[in-house]
């Protein structure tokens, strides 16, 4: 089967391409800006998220950019791995319980690095082989901020009870268990308390 040119993701701001087994993430023009608004938009996000990704790339696993020199476009070398957003409810409740623990671990590390990945989802990370790797840093930001990570945090919760909801509250617990590693945990987890109350507040 011939991989060489493919779309395999289409959002609002990117297309993301397989091309000869590298990744290319194309940041999509807006014909409603300005020509030279637009074109300083994408170059400050596509340079944010590289810069991110080089950051993140040294502490955890997530693809590690290549130089381009267009302005709008990034290149990563493809991780033929399962996203866990469609695998990982057919694993074992041990194995899932085990990878929940080892996301944790990762996003304390990322935290440390006060790297906020800003779309904590579970279609961000693929498994390959044991392997978690987190991909799409194109929310994420730096922030020293404790709530920050506990919105991190926060997402990533939400995520597990749409996607997940079968064990959402075990594999949370398992999340919470591995972020435990991360020296300033108890501080971003009592904030998650706060964060989720506002959030039940917002929906009623």
Same mark, same amino acid.
């Given at each position: 089967?011939?991989? %060489?040119? /493919?779309?395999?993701?289409?959002? #609002?701001?990117? *297309? &993301?391409?397989?091309? $000869?087994? @590298?990744?290319?993430?194309?940041?999509?023009?807006?014909?409603?800006?300005?020509?030279?608004?637009?074109?300083?938009?994408?170059?400050?996000?596509?340079? %944010?998220? /590289?810069?991110?990704?080089?950051? #993140?790339?040294? *502490? &955890?696993?997530?693809? $590690?950019? @290549?130089?381009?020199?267009?302005?709008?476009?990034?290149?990563?070398?493809?991780?033929?791995?399962?996203?866990?957003?469609?695998?990982?409810?057919?694993? %074992?409740?041990?194995?899932?319980?085990?990878?929940?623990?080892? *996301?944790?671990?990762?996003?304390?590390?990322?935290?440390?690095?006060?790297?906020?990945?800003?779309?904590?989802?579970?279609?961000?990370?693929?498994?390959?082989?044991n392997k978690?790797?987190?991909?799409?840093?194109?929310?994420?930001?730096?922030?020293?901020?404790?709530?920050?990570k506990a919105?991190?945090?926060?997402?990533?919760?939400?995520?597990?009870?749409?996607?997940?909801?079968?064990?959402?509250?075990?594999?949370f617990n398992?999340?919470?268990?591995?972020?435990?590693?991360?020296?300033?945990?108890?501080?971003?987890?009592?904030?998650?308390?706060?964060?989720?109350?506002?959030?039940?507040?917002?929906?009623?």
């Amino acid at each position: 089967m011939d991989m %060489s040119d /493919k779309v395999i993701a289409q959002g #609002a701001e990117a *297309i &993301i391409r397989l091309e $000869n087994n @590298f990744i290319i993430k194309d940041r999509i023009l807006k014909s409603y800006r300005l020509k030279e608004l637009d074109e300083k938009i994408r170059k400050h996000r596509t340079k %944010s998220e /590289k810069k991110l990704l080089e950051k #993140a790339c040294k *502490i &955890i696993n997530a693809p $590690n950019p @290549f130089p381009l020199e267009e302005f709008d476009k990034i290149k990563m070398p493809f991780i033929n791995g399962k996203k866990l957003s469609e695998n990982l409810n057919s694993f %074992s409740l041990e194995k899932q319980k085990n990878i929940c623990k080892k *996301i944790g671990e990762e996003i304390g590390k990322l935290h440390n690095a006060d790297i906020i990945h800003g779309d904590l989802t579970t279609s961000n990370m693929i498994l390959d082989e044991n392997k978690i790797f987190f991909i799409d840093f194109g929310l994420g930001f730096i922030s020293p901020r404790v709530e920050d990570k506990a919105v991190d945090l926060h997402l990533l919760k939400q995520a597990l009870e749409a996607k997940h909801f079968q064990n959402w509250e075990v594999l949370f617990n398992e999340i919470k268990k591995g972020y435990e590693s991360y020296k300033e945990s108890k501080k971003v987890l009592e904030r998650l308390k706060v964060v989720e109350k506002r959030g039940r507040y917002k929906g009623e």
